[in-house]
């Protein structure tokens, strides 16, 4: 007898449990949608409705189940209120990082309202173009920029930057200089800041992830997100604001490394899960 869609989801959800899956019945769901081309509610309706499996469900399940980003599989990561294209090269835009866009969003309202019309905002290691495009989308009367260098990432910005106002630089962030020089009121970035020897233990990360998306250049895991650092030092304009992703172990390294570059007003910020993921800071000056 043919399996039934729901039988087939049933199904893949064992599996995908027994392979290790964070999130089994999400995981079974989206696939199953992905290969209908529908949305995940329409795909439980069909099943409740008794539809039968779908041509190709279980190679994408085996894909899965070899531990392949469900967004490789897919082709596609929500963020925010953005279907992104992603694959390999790329890095997979995280949940944790939509708060970098609220503060990021935040500090630019409060630009704003202080009588600028069209804050400048740069996005230094844009990768999926995540932050960038979605500062972009929700305020658009913010003026985006995003920094990207690695040439595999940079087909993945190239296309969901396509056709939006964000103006992408193809270089090393460290190099941003002379043009973009204290004019900017907003920096963030979510640079690589694992520490080097820390190899992640999830094998959609340790395999998928580029490791020049994941890795902070030494021990500490803190030399790219310093030149971050070093970068927004040159490209704020008196006043402006730092907005960082980090790792939970790297709060006091990230506050003390700010406060010594002359950074003030330095905050955590905690994540959906309530975990200290995000450091804010400002340049001395005009917002004071
Ligand atoms: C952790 S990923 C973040 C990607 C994206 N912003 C996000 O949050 O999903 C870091 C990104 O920074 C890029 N990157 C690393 N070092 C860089 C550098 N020195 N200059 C420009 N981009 C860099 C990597 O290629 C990668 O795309």
Redesign the pocket.
Known sequence: MATSLAQAIAGARRELAAAGVASPDADAALLAAHALGLSRGETEAKAILGAPEPAGYRELVARRVRREPLQHITGRAPFRQLDLAVGPG?????PE?EL?VQLALDHARQWREHGEVHPAVV??????G??ALAVATEDPACRVTA????PE?LRWTRQNLAGSRVRLLE????DVTVEGSGRFCVVV????YVPVGEVPGDPEVRDYD?P???YGGDESGML?PA?AMDTALRLLRPGGSFVM?HAESQVETVADALSRRGFVDVQCHRDLTDRPRATTAFLPGERD
């Open positions: 790329v890095f997979v835009p995280r990082t970098l996005d230094l290691g844009s990768g999926s995540a932050i920094v990207e260098r690695e990432a270089c090393d962030y460290r970035t979510n640079p690589p580029p020049t998306a994941l790219f030149a992703e």
